[in-house]
RNA sequence: GCCGACGUGGCGGAACUGGCAUACGCGCUCGACUCAAAAUCGAGUGGCCGUGAGGUCAUGCGGGUUCAACUCCCGCCGUCGGCACCA
């Protein structure tokens, strides 16, 4: 080849093939999917919406163009691949933007999503844009309304007074928007206060066993784990104390408890309720009335202020008031304190400080007294008295209890159902489950969301807006009077209505939404994005759903994902859907880190901007990088080091599909076959090294390990290019494994692969690049041809003592006897044994020899 | 504190059910091409000892099981994520 021909081959570059591609993809509508097509098998993939918060970051290349590629690979397979697209848009960032800027929401919110589908589509991605969803859009927070008022009807959305989270600029919070040990608000930081206020919930305790059940869907051990740690399950039972009579009450209310442990109910020398709770005025006693309203006042601010330690000192005070055993008939003092929490169980616990660590603190403090009950194996009788250092908390199979009266003696883990199978004799008790999982509180007092479809009547109470009136839109012009103040409050064209039932005047509810509510059942809308009649298509719902694939960020463990899970039940049960789980198999990519080491943020000015990438390196070279970078589920901080690797690698790839015979310039060894290996040696091997790599790239693909994928076609490309201007060159083996590398590598860097594919078929006289069916992306994924890359002979790893010593080439399928006999006549084996004979020869099934000797 | 993930060259990482530790890439060194540089191509590249063949140590630390351990078991240390007194 001569020096000039070889200029004449184009360069790759990227940036000239790319807009160019896309462009024609989107013509020829490659990606739009026939929902109605039956033909083929569904593959509904998801990648969770972006927030629209103005700019695609590496962060989302690094969530959505591996998923392309999943979405690429099973279009190859012959799959009928659904790969939607839409916008997260409601929410308080746009508010606060419209503060700050004087910019409506609205306009804010749109500029932004013109923005990103201008970066999402420059990142090569197959995104059926027919089907986008932008959750502002009246024509899709409609159906929030609708649902609501459905899930109104059925009793799993209640308003209800109680102390909720609530913090001075964002309003009232979900718990799990409640962040750390100092409670602070997870969008601004502000420290977290409680109030009492009447809220809208969602009843998804309804659903917590439902909830704990995974069968069926295959999800990371670690997110079940943290989605069951968080429904918090746990089996006890209700123990019903009463109150003693005593100069200042008449007693014999009911104290009711939960506990775990009902095989130490003998040993609870004091009970403790909440300051929350509601019989705290009825048991003070009047000379304690002080002391107790001043403990419940500061405890109600507790939140607010300082709480950093759970190792803080505990606190309390007793009312003058006792309970009654209901066992023993022992009377105990009743106590209040911050440690028992209003919101869990009954808000009141029986305190057994021998067995307790929180109780035993608190006995500790107080000078209250502390019996065991429960004795381990090592207590002796003798000992049983003595005083303890310290709680034993303990499930040792050989406890046994003491001081139980007529239980002592017995084991612990019996006592637990004896003393129920006695409590419910008596109706003083029964077992009993609590969850750790509180109803989902959806009102918020912004702006930016949905409004909550309610009216408040004088006359009526809480009437539901009626279906033919929504959407109930927010209104276009608002007051931005300041943060923390919901604009709607104030719009008295908004606030003031009628009644629809009985056409007096009315309030209108002002809060809106959570805007997790949102992205609760997205994925369902976008099968049927425009269908005005109802939420979701139920025909279409029944053969599309649940989504095959999610991915997405680990960080919503605990919210979204356990809230699509609580709507898709919810939604089967109102008949609006079929599945009762969302999605089937869920990926959790890892986190994009900034280059030091912390969470990408505009604040810290870390954020890495790709466009610039691109326009240097090109999207294909972004994407493959992202994908090599290491397992797609670990993330990591950001560092571009060894983009240029990549974009190497790319350029080789150019150079073995369209300049075969060129040689380069200062290397000697180039065109020339390596020794002792003639043309058709070189082409068997060239053959057989493709389809092994086929066969372990077609499972990469499918297991979403990206990263070797790459490694694995990058060695291909090394081994192409070492056979570059030889005889086997150009030859059919040659061609068809630039073909194979082409086919492996298009979903991943789909707009080179696509480039070379056209040149390639232009070079044979085909046309090329005119319809759907010559793109590589329409292409069937090829098969393994298991006789090429078979071997013929293997190396075999030879051990003495566990010591590599040497290797031998052997022919596959040697007998035991003769590979034993070949290995013990190797010079290098016969020095490492020293004379010594063999105890042992192992085979390893003819992987490894490993010669034994003593 | 409890729950979970992870710890391998200078760096990102590979080794899937125990079987050649360090694939692939970055970086670095040397060389070719060049007046020179960039780009590109080639060779080398875990530590220590040795001119060499080779030996020896090494997967956070300490033990153990095994012919054989990055992989399994026990006990520590460290990093990251989740939870936050849930009775």
Known sequence: MSAVERIRIDRYEPTAIEPRWQQRWAELGLYDTDLADTTRPKFYLLTMYPYTSGNIHIGHWYAKTPTDAIARFHRMQGENVFFPIGFDSFGLPAENAAIKNKIHPREWTLNNIDNMRRQLRSMGTTFDWNSEVVTCDPTYYR?????????LEAGLAYRASSPVDWCPNDGTLAREQVEGADRHCWRCGARVEKRELDQWYLRTTKYADELLDFSGIEWPEPIRIMQTNWIGRSEGAEVVFTTARDAHQPGGDELRVFTTRPDTLYGATFMVMSPEHPLVSKLTHPDRAAEVE????????????????????????????????????????????????????????????AHDERDFAFAQKFGLPIRRVIAGPEISYKDVAAPLEAAYVSHDSKDRMVNSGPHSGQPARDGFTSIVATLENQSRG?????????????????????????????????????????????????????????????????????????????RRETDTMDTFIDSSWYWFRYLSPADADAPVDRRIEARWCPVDQYTGGAEHAVMHLLYARFFTKAMADLGLVHEREPFKRLFNQGQILGADGERMSKSRGNVEDPDKLVSRYGADTVRLFLMFMGPWDQGGPWSPTGIGGISRFLHRVWTAALDPHGIEAGDPESGVLPAGQDSAAAEKALRAAAHRTLRVVSDEYAELRFNTMVAHLMELSNLLMRYRGTEAAGSAAWNEAVLLLLLMLAPAAPHITEELWARLAEARGEESGADAKSSIHSQPW?????????????????????????????????????????????????????????????????????????
């Open 294 to 353: 001043a403990y419940v006042t500061a405890a109600g601010r507790e939140t607010e202020i300082e709480r950093m330690s759970t190792e803080r000192e505990k606190t309390g005070v007793f009312t003058g008031s006792y309970a009654i055993n209901p066992v023993n008939e022992e009377r105990i003092p009743i106590w209040i304190a911050d440690y028992v929490l209003a919101g869990y169980g009954t808000g009141a616990i029986m305190a057994v400080p």
């Open 782 to 854: 090829p098969a393994v041809d298991d006789a090429a890359a078979a071997e013929s002979e293997r190396e075999v790893p030879v051990q003495v003592n566990g010591k590599l010593r040497d290797k031998v080439m052997v022919p596959v399928g040697i007998a035991e006897s003769e590979l034993e006999r070949v290995v013990l006549a190797r010079p290098k084996i016969v020095a490492a044994l020293e004379g010594r004979v063999p105890l042992k020869v192992i085979h390893a099934g003819g992987k490894l020899v490993n010669v034994v000797v003593r």
């Open 143 to 151: 159906w929030n309304q609708w649902i609501f008022l459905r899930f």
């Open 430 to 506: 029964k077992a009993a489950v609590n969850y750790r999982l509180r109803d989902w509180l959806i009102s918020r007092q912004r702006y930016w969301g949905t409004p909550i479809p309610v009216i408040y009547c004088d006359a009526d109470g809480i009437v539901p807006v009626p279906d033919d009136q929504l959407p109930v839109q927010l209104p276009e012009t608002v007051d931005y009077a300041g943060r923390g103040e919901n604009p709607l409050k104030t719009d008295t064209s908004f606030v003031d209505t009628t009644c629809p039932k009985c056409g007096g005047p009315a």
